[in-house]
C-alpha cells in the first residue's frame, strides 16, 4: 500500500517528479545538444580555418621560393653567360694592359698574382705556386683578363653577386672584385680539389649546365658562400676551367630571406643536402643553431670547408619525422616542436636549385584567431547557459510559489469540506458554504451543505416515521394480544425471536404433537424450516382442559429461507366439530351401505318368489288342458302384469343398490356412436310404432365418432331417456333424437311432444322413486328409478346428464360424453404378415364382449387370419352357450360384461367339464398391474388390455395357437 500523504505534500511531489524533474532534463538535454553541437561546428570551422591558414601559409611560401628562385635564377643564367664569355676568351689571342702588366707579380714561390688593384676597380689574378708560370700562362691570363669588364658589370648590377671568378684546371683563379691574394690564399692550392670545382666536371655534371654548390667558407675569405657555377670547355672539350659566382650566406639572409612573414615567422633556406644556407636571427633559437658568418682562415686554407652536420636539416635526427618528410617532399606544411614551441613549418623547393626555402611560423600566432573563435563561442554558450540556468531558477521558483498557492488553495476548502463531512456525521446538518477561489470545490461544498439540509429533512422525516411505526407497531401488538392466534418469528435456529403472545414462555415450553409425535416447539420450527416449505400443520398443545389443536400455517420468512413466522390458529373447536362430522358420515356410509345390502338381499330373495308366481302365471295362461275362464283369464293377466311391475322394480332397485355401494364397474373404452344407436333404435323403435309415435333420428357426427364410455350402460342410459319420451307423450306425438358434437363431447339430446315437466318438479325427477304422483294421475307404468340410476351411470362415465322443459310442450333430456379418438385401424401390413404366417387349420376364437366396435376389430383380426373361424358374444351367458356348443380353441373374454361379469363367466367355465380345458385370454381397459397379477393367479392365459396393440394381440394369439400343435 502506497503511504498516505497530505494533499499538500503531494502536491509538492507532483510539481517536483511533473514538472522540476522533466524540465531540468529537458534542458539539461538540450544545452548538450547546444555545446555538442556547436562544438562541432566551431572545430569544423577550426579545421577549416586551420586548413586554409595552412593553405595560405604553403601559397606564400609557393610565392617566396619562386622570387628565390628567379633572383637565382638570375645568378645561374650570369654563371653561364660569364662561362661562355670565358671560354671565348681563352680562344681569343690577348695581350696584359700596361696597368695589368704593372701589377702582376711572380713570387719567389711561384705564385704569379696581382699585387694591388687598378682603377677603376680590376680582378684580382692568382696562379697555384703547384703550377710553373710561363709565357703559356700569362697569355692565359692576359686572355681572361679580357672578361674583367663584364665580371665587374656582374657584381655591380646585381646585388646578390659576390664574386664572380674563374678557376683553371691549373690553380689559375682570376677573380673579381680585386683583394689581396697572396695573404688570402695558399701559395700551393690546388684549386680542382674545392667543390666548387669538381662539381662541374663532367662526372658532377655530365649535362654541363650551371650548378649551385653547397654552402662552404669560401677560401677568398667571404665567409660562407654558395655558389653557382658553370663549366668552360675548351672547342676539343677539355674542362679548362670553372667559373662561378659567389653568392654570402649572409646575403640570401638579409637580401633574400628578408621578406616579411606573416604571424611572427621568418624564411630560411636549405640546400638539395638538407643543409641550412641561410638562417636569420629569429630562426637560430628554434633549430638550436648560430648561424655562421664568421669563418676560420686555417681551416679554409686546407680543404673545403662545410658547415656542420647540426645545419643539416635532413640529418637532424632530433626532428623527428620532419627530416625524412622535408627530404622526400618537394612541398609541404607540418607542424614541428623545436626548441622555440611548436611551429608550422611550410617549405617548397626554389626553382633551378633543389633548394628549398621554408617557413617557420609560431603555430600559436597561425591559430590565434581560431582558438579566439573556439574561446568566444565557448563564452557565448556559458553565457546562454547561465542565461538560462538564471531563467530556469527564477521560473521554477515561480512556478513553486504558484503550486504552493494552488496547494493551498486546493487542501484548504478540502479540509473544510472534511470538516463539514465530519459535522454532518455528527448530526450538525447546518452548515455555511466556505469560501474558496475554485469553482468546482466550491460547488461541491455548497451540494455538501445542501445534502446537510436535506439529512436534516430527511433525518426529521424519519423521526417522524419512527414515531409513527412506534405507534403502529403498539397498535398492532395491542391488535395481535386480543387475537386468539399466537404469532411468532423464528431463526433458522429455531430460536423464537418474536412472539406476540401473552404467555410466551409458557407457549416455548410446552411439548406439542406433530402427526402423533412429541415434540418441542423449538425442533419443530427446525424441521418446518429444513423441509423448506410454506405449509400448514395441525399440532396438538396440552391445556389445562386437555389437548388443544392449532392449525400452524409457516411461511419462509427472507429470500434465504433462515427465518420463518408461524402463525398458530386454535382450531379445537373445529377440531371437536370435524369429529362429530366424520362419526355422523361414517354412521350414514354404513347405514346406506347395509341398506344397499338389504336392498339387494330382499331383491334377490324377492326375485325367486316372483320368478314363480309370474311362472305359474303364464303356465295358468297358456294351458290348453285347462283352458281359463275369461274372468280367470283376466285376472291371471292382473297378476302378470302386476309380477312383471314388481320384477322391473325389483331389478332396478337392485341396479340402484349396486351402483350407490359402488359395486357396479363400468368398463370405459372407445365405443362407436353408430354402434350404441343402433342397438338402441332396435328396441325402442317397435315401442315407439306400438304407442302410434313418430320417431326421427337425426345422427349429425360422423360415422367413426367414438366416446368414452361402457358400451352397456350407454345404451342403458339412452333407452331410459327414449322410453320415457314415449311412455310420457302425447298420442300421435313426436320422437327426435338428435345426436351431434359439441367441442370435445358428443351430446345426445332425446326431446319429446308430451306434457312437459313443470319447473318446480325439474329438480326432483333424479331423485329415487320419485314420480311426481304419476302412479296416481295416469297408468304409466314406473318406479321412479330410471332417472336416477341413468344419473348415476352419466356421472361414473364422466359424462353430463340433464334437461329443459316447457310445461305443455314437452321436454328435452340430454347426455354428454366424452369424444374418444377412434381406435387406430388395424394396420394391413400387420395383418398381411401374420395371416402369412400363420398355420392354425382349423382354429376357432370366440369372443366374449359387449362393446361391438371390440369385437369388430377382433373379428377383423382373426376372421382374415387364414384356416380360423370367429364366433362373438355379447353377454356372459350367451358365451357360455357358445362355448359349450362350439369348443373353441382359444376364449377372448372381456371382464366387464353386462349382468354377469367376465369373472364370473370365467368360474363358469371353469366349472364346466366341456369348457374346463379352453384357455381364456381377458381383455379389459384395466390396465392395473394388480388386475393382471390377479387375472393370472386365477388362471387366465393371458392378460390383454384395451385399447387393443394388434402386434402385440397377433404374437399372442399365433404363440397360443402354436402352443396348442
Ligand atoms: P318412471 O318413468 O319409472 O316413473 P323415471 O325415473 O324414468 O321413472 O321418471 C321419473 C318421473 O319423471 C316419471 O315418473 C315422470 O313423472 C317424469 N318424467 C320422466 N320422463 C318424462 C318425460 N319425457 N315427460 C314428462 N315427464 C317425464
Redesign the pocket.
Known sequence: MKPVVNLYTWLQRSFVTLALIPLVFVELLFLTIYFVSSFWAVSSQADYLRSSAKESLGAIVVARASSISGQLEAVSGNVSLLANHFAEALAAPASLSAADQARLVLAPNGVYYTARDKTPGGAAVFYSGIHPVGTAERDKVARLLAVESMMRDLVVTNTLEDQVYLNTFDSLNVIYPYFDVLTQYSPKINIPTFNFYYEADLAHNPLKTPRWTKAYLDPAGKGWVTSAIAPVYSPSGFLEGVAGIDITVSRITTQVLGFEVPWGGYGLVVDRDGTILALPTSGEADWNLSELKSHHYSQALLEDTFKPSSFNLFQRRDLGDFSLTLAESSQGVMPVTLEGGKKLVSWATIGGTDWKYLVVVPESQVFKGINQIFIEQLAAGLVMSLGLLIFYGWFFYLLRRRALRMATALSQPLLQMDTIVSKLTRGEFTQSVPDTEVLELQTTAGHLVELGQHLSDAHAANKLIGEKLESARSDLIAVVNSLDDIILEADETGEITNLWNSDRERFEELPIVVAGEKMTLRTFIVLAQSNHQAQHVEIQVPSSTGMRWFLVKVSMYDHRRERLILAARDITERKILENTLVVARDEAESANRAKSQFLSNMSHELRTPLNAVLGFAQVLALSKKEPLTEAQRRHVREIDKAGQHLLTLINEVLDLARIESGKVSLSLEPIAVTKVLAGVLDLIRPLAERQGLALNVVNLVPDDTHVRADFTKTKQVLI?LLS??S??NRPKGEILFTVEREDQRVKFSVA?T????AEADQAK?FQPF???N?ELTSDIE???????VSKQLVNLMEGEIGMQSTLGHG?V?YVYLPLREAPAPVDPAILAAAVKNFGGEGFTVLYIEDNPANSDLVEQIVASLPGTRFLAANRGDLGLELARQHKPNLILLDLHLPGMDGFHVFGELRADEATREIPVFAVTADAMESSRTKALAMGFAAYITKPLNVDSFLEQLTNQMESLN
Open positions: 331410459n320415457n319420451a311412455k310420457y319429446d308430451g306434457h312437459g315437466i325427477i320419485q314420480r311426481l304419476q314406473g318406479t321412479g328409478i330410471g332417472l336416477t321436454s333430456f
